[in-house]
Every structure is written in structure tokens, then in C-alpha cells.
């Protein structure tokens, strides 16, 4: 049996929270969340607004500089990104050289990885605050069009090319959509829709991925690595690999023969692991208030684009049964940010393994502003500590003897 004053003597006394449930990591200033009142704010200036009046690269430029640019401001911010936007020959053919079959999300955990072998001076240890400044400039520049040759690769197509013309977004939506028949994706609808998309999801505190961007920038590693880190944080379907789940279980759903009430059933039962993609959340207990504004988006972007999807209808069933159910209630079991944003994405063309490299996009300019304040604050190496319950004393028993 374990013996607990001798695993004290070799620990002393430790927090045990699992999943730090109850554990601050950090100060930070950069995103407000009340989980019980449903409030989500960027620097004090509530989620609702910005998705209302804001555009995805002004909200960018408020996470990571900490106030909304002026118009001179904002200018000079987004023509630095057109000047970035290019990524470099070897890094297209790094693309190249994966299956197109494969995961996006694996390629993009790559690619970003491998930006600081290309611009070396991300690993400058003292490096100044402009040379620092143009590091994160140069990713939230190029990774439009990271994940835009991701998304053509995936699907065999021939790589567009960044158009300095273009706005942020609109030049995405170009880069991953133009170029080939029958897409007219840079309609005013669609980047309006991706811009609220890309801001509901640019911070959220200290979830998964952004905590593991922090914790592995506290050991002085570059900002590239360290969103990389972040990306594959992102992929669980836990986390941001909701997004696909979801539509991925709303299809088998609707293929089943569309009755909610028995996957309603199904998730609450112990015995099964299923559980209903895009519901629950570590920190919202009433409502996640960017669902809200999804759903109304996804209603909206639907109607204006006449498209009808019928995974929309099993989608709200599905809602309505569990939020009826008092399992859910019990459990203040919600939907949360992901359970109609991927019916959105679907409707304005991506495939469906895209979702979650999407998330990426919107969530980079959170990663980047919560890795610059950590560096700022010059916060110590993050380091948890552990309950240690294996065996305390024994000795060597060599192999013939055992
Ligand atoms: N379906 C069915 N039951 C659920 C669900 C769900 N989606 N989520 C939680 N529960 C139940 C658990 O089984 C548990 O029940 P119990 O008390 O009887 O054991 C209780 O609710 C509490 O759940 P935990 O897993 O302890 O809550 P936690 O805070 O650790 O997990 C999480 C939060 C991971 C989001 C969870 O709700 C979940 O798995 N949801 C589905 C996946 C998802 O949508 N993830 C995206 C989250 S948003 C984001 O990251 C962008």
C-alpha cells in the first residue's frame, strides 16, 4: 500500500488540480471571460461589437498591441502584411512533398514549425522589439496563404498567389478559392462571414492550445515553434477538432435517419463514449455568447447564399432535444463555439478536414498577443509539478532473474 508521509517527505506539498481546472497560470490583459454570466471581451470591448463593426485584422491588431488601431494605423498595419504575404519557393515545395490525402492539420503543425529555418533571426534570443515585431508580423502575414496552398494541395489544385490588391480576408478567400471554374467565393457575403468566423475565434484566455503556446514560449523557444505547438493543441477533437467532429456526427445523424433523440440517449449513456460534439465547455456554464452569434450567422449566411443544408435542421433539433434533456441541464451542457461555425464553413465551400486549420487562422493573432505578453512579462519557465504514486523504493533486478 502507498505510503503517503513518506511520498510527503519526497515531494513536500503540491496542488493537485487535473486539467487545471481551478489553477491560474498567469496575469493577463488581453481576454475577459465570465463563464457564469456568458461575457467574452477583447481588451474591455465586448465580442458582440467587435463581430458587429470590427474587421478580423483590426481585432488582430487590438489583441497584440493591446488598443484599436487608428485609421493610419491600421493602413500601415495591413500593408506590412501585404508586404509579408509571400511565402518562400522551398517552403510550397515542403507541401509538395506530403500526401495531399493527409491531414491538413498535420501539414500546417509542419509548415509553421519550419518557419524559423527560414527566417533564423526568430531564434535571435535578444533580439530587438522591431525585429520581433516583424517575426509575428511575418507569420499573421503568411499564413493566409499557408493554409490557403494547404487547402489547394489537399485537393490537387495549382497554388494562387497572394494579390496585394486584396484585403486580408478577401485575399484568403481568393487564394483558397480563385483560380478555378465555378468559384465565385469573393462574394461580400462570404468575407463578411469568414471575418466574424475569424474573430469569434481570434483569443479565448487560457484554453489548450493557448496555454500550451505559453508554456512552451516560457522556455525562450521562438514564436514559430511555439504556434506550432498551439496547432497541434488545436487538433484534438476535444478542442478545435470539434469543429469537424461536429459536422462529421450531424452527417451520420442525418445518414441514421435523422432521430435526435436516440444520439441525445446515446451521449448520455456511461457505457458509451460517445459524447455530442460541439456541447459543453471548460469555462461557459450558461451559454457560449460566440455560439450565439453563430447561429444567427449561419442562419443568416445561409439565406443569403440560398443555400439549404439539411444538417442545419438536425443541428437545431439536436439542440432543442438536449437543451430540453435534464442531463444537459444538470451538467449546464451548452453549445459551444463550434457546433454551428463548421455548417458555415461547409456553406461557403471548405472541405470539412479543413474546419480546424480555419480555427488556426482566426485563433493566430490570440496566440501571438498572449506568447508577446508572456515574453513582456518576463514570466518564469513553466513547470508543473506532480503527485507521485509509483513505487518509492526498489532495487535493481537483473535480467536472468526476473
Ligand atoms: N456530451 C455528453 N456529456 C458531456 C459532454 C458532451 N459533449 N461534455 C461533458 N459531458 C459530461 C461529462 O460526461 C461529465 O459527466 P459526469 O459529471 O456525469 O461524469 C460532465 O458533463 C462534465 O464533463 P467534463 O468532461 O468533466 O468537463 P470538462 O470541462 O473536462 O470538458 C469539454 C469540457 C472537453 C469541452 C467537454 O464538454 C467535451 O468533451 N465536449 C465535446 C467536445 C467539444 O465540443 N469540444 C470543443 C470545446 S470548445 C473549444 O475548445 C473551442
Redesign the pocket.
Known amino acids: 500500500a502507498l505510503d503517503i508521509s513518506k511520498l510527503r517527505d519526497l515531494t513536500g506539498y503540491i496542488t493537485l488540480d487535473s ?1 487545471y ?1 481551478n489553477t491560474g497560470c498567469t496575469k493577463s490583459a488581453i481576454t475577459f471571460l465570465d463563464g457564469e454570466k456568458g461575457i467574452l471581451k477583447y481588451r474591455g470591448y465586448p465580442i458582440e461589437q467587435l463581430a458587429e463593426k470590427s474587421s478580423f485584422i483590426e481585432v488582430a491588431y487590438l489583441l497584440i498591441y493591446g488598443e484599436l488601431p487608428t485609421q493610419t494605423q491600421l493602413n500601415e498595419f495591413e500593408e506590412l502584411l501585404k508586404e509579408h504575404s509571400d511565402v518562400p519557393e522551398q517552403l510550397k515545395t515542403i507541401l509538395l512533398a506530403f500526401p495531399p490525402e493527409g491531414h491538413p492539420m498535420g501539414k500546417l503543425c509542419s509548415v509553421i514549425a519550419s518557419l524559423s529555418a527560414f527566417y533564423p533571426e526568430s531564434l535571435k534570443p535578444n533580439a530587438s522589439e522591431s525585429e520581433q515585431n516583424l517575426t509575428l508580423v511575418k507569420l499573421l502575414a503568411k499564413l493566409p496563404s499557408i493554409v490557403a496552398y494547404i487547402q489547394r494541395h489537399t485537393l490537387s489544385h495549382s497554388y494562387v498567389a497572394s494579390d496585394n490588391n486584396l484585403d486580408y480576408v478577401t485575399n484568403f478567400m481568393n487564394m483558397a478559392f480563385g483560380g478555378h471554374a465555378g468559384s465565385t467565393k469573393v462574394d461580400p457575403v462570404v468575407i463578411d462571414a469568414m471575418n466574424k468566423l475569424l474573430i469569434l475565434h481570434a483569443d ?1 484566455e487560457q ?2 492550445s493557448t496555454s500550451t503556446v505559453r508554456i512552451v514560449g516560457s522556455s525562450d523557444c521562438n514564436l514559430y515553434a511555439s504556434v506550432a505547438a498551439g496547432v497541434a493543441a488545436l487538433w484534438g ?4 477538432g ?1 469543429n469537424q ?2 459536422i462529421e456526427m450531424l452527417e451520420k445523424i442525418k445518414n441514421d435517419g435523422g432521430d435526435t433523440a436516440k444520439w441525445v440517449a446515446k ?2 449513456d ?1 457505457n458509451d463514449p460517445f ?8 469555462v461557459y456554464k450558461n451559454f457560449d455568447p460566440r455560439a450565439k452569434i453563430i447561429k444567427k450567422a449561419c442562419d443568416d449566411i445561409l439565406n443569403k447564399l440560398g443555400i439549404k443544408d439539411p444538417v442545419l435542421e438536425i443541428a437545431k433539433h439536436l439542440e432543442e432535444a438536449a437543451l430540453n434533456d435534464p442531463y444537459f441541464a444538470e ?1 449546464k ?1 451548452y453549445p ?3 457546433f454551428y461555425s463548421g455548417i458555415i464553413y461547409r456553406a461557403l465551400g471548405f472541405p470539412t478536414e479543413m474546419f480546424t486549420v480555419l ?1 488556426a487562422l482566426g485563433r493566430l493573432p490570440g496566440w501571438i498577443a498572449q506568447w508577446k505578453e508572456m515574453r513582456e512579462n518576463k514570466e518564469p519557465i513553466g513547470r508543473p509539478r506532480q503527485v507521485y504514486v509509483g513505487e518509492v523504493d526498489r532495487t535493481f533486478v537483473d535480467i536472468k532473474n526476473r
Not at 477533437?237 to 478545435?240: E, N, R, S
Not at 459524447?275 to 471548460?282: C, I, P, Q, S, V
Open positions: 486539467g481546472k479565448h484554453n489548450c477533437p476535444l478542442h478545435g470539434a467532429a461536429v451521449a448520455k456511461k459524447r455530442l460534439m460541439g456541447f459543453g465547455h471548460r451538467r451542457l459551444n463555439v463550434d480555427f
